[in-house]
C-alpha cells in the first residue's frame, strides 16, 4: 500500500511565501492567474515546492483564505475595543484591497464548495460580531433604530464597498464621492474627527474578507 504523500509543515516559512505571492497575484490579477508555476516565480522558489506544502492549488486558495480571515478577525476585536468603533469599522469594511481580494474568492467560490462553505462560514461570524458592535455603539450613542436593524445596515454597508470596487474596475466614479462624504459627515457627527489611534487600526488591518459594518444607521435615525 502506498504511503501518503509528505506534506510540509504549516508553520514553515516557505508555505507563508507561497501564500503571500498567491495573495499577490489574486489582487493584482484575478484568480485566474494563480498558478503553481506563477506562484513559484512570484515567490523565488521551485515550483515542486508548492505542491509538497499544498496538495491541491485549492489547498492553496483555502490557506490564503483562512489566514486573512483569522486576521481579520483579530483586528475587526480591535476595532470594536477602540474609543471611536463606527469609524474603525467603517474603515475596516471600505478597505479597496480587502474587498477586492474577497470578491476574488467569491468568484473562485463558484467553482469550489469547500471554499464556498468556508467564505459562507466566516462571513457569518463577521456579521454577527458586526451586528453586536452597531448595536453596542448606537446605543451608546442615543440612537434609536427600531425599523432598520444594525444588521440590515451592516449589509447594506457590505453592499457600498464592493459597488465602489467593482464600478472603479469599470472606470466609473459617478456618486463615489457623494457617497463617501455622507458617511464621512455622519461619522462625524457621531464620534468626531478619527483621533490617532484610528490610523494605527488602519496601518495593522490585514486584507481580510470584505465584511459588514457602517454608521449609515445614525443616518437614517438622525434625519
Request: proline letters at 5%.
Amino acid at each position: 500500500m502506498a504511503s501518503a504523500r509528505r506534506i510540509g509543515a504549516p508553520d514553515a516559512k516557505n508555505r507563508g511565501v507561497l501564500i503571500d505571492a498567491a495573495e499577490q497575484l489574486m489582487l493584482e490579477e484575478g484568480y485566474a492567474a494563480v498558478t503553481s508555476r506563477r506562484v513559484a516565480d512570484r515567490a523565488g522558489l521551485k515550483p515542486q515546492l508548492v505542491h509538497y506544502y499544498f496538495r491541491t492549488m485549492e489547498d492553496l486558495f483555502m490557506a490564503v483564505f483562512r489566514r486573512r480571515a483569522e486576521e481579520g478577525l483579530d483586528v475587526l476585536a480591535k476595532a470594536l475595543e477602540s474609543p471611536q468603533p463606527l469609524w474603525a469599522l467603517w474603515r475596516f469594511v471600505t478597505d479597496p484591497a480587502g474587498a477586492r481580494l474577497a470578491m476574488e474568492f467569491m468568484g473562485l467560490a463558484n467553482h469550489r464548495k469547500a471554499l464556498r462553505e468556508e467564505i459562507a462560514y466566516f462571513g457569518e461570524r463577521f456579521r454577527e460580531e458586526q451586528r453586536k458592535a452597531l448595536t453596542t455603539a448606537l446605543e451608546n450613542y442615543g440612537i434609536d433604530t427600531p425599523d432598520v436593524p444594525p444588521v440590515v445596515w451592516s449589509v447594506f454597508a457590505t453592499s457600498v464597498s464592493w459597488v465602489l470596487v467593482m464600478e472603479r474596475a469599470l472606470g466609473m466614479s459617478a456618486g463615489h464621492a457623494e457617497t463617501l462624504e455622507f458617511c464621512d459627515r455622519w461619522l462625524r457627527r457621531l464620534e468626531g474627527d478619527p483621533r490617532d489611534h484610528q490610523l494605527r487600526i488602519e496601518q495593522s488591518a490585514p486584507l481580510g474578507p470584505a465584511s459588514v459594518a457602517t454608521t449609515t444607521p445614525s443616518t437614517a435615525s438622525a434625519q
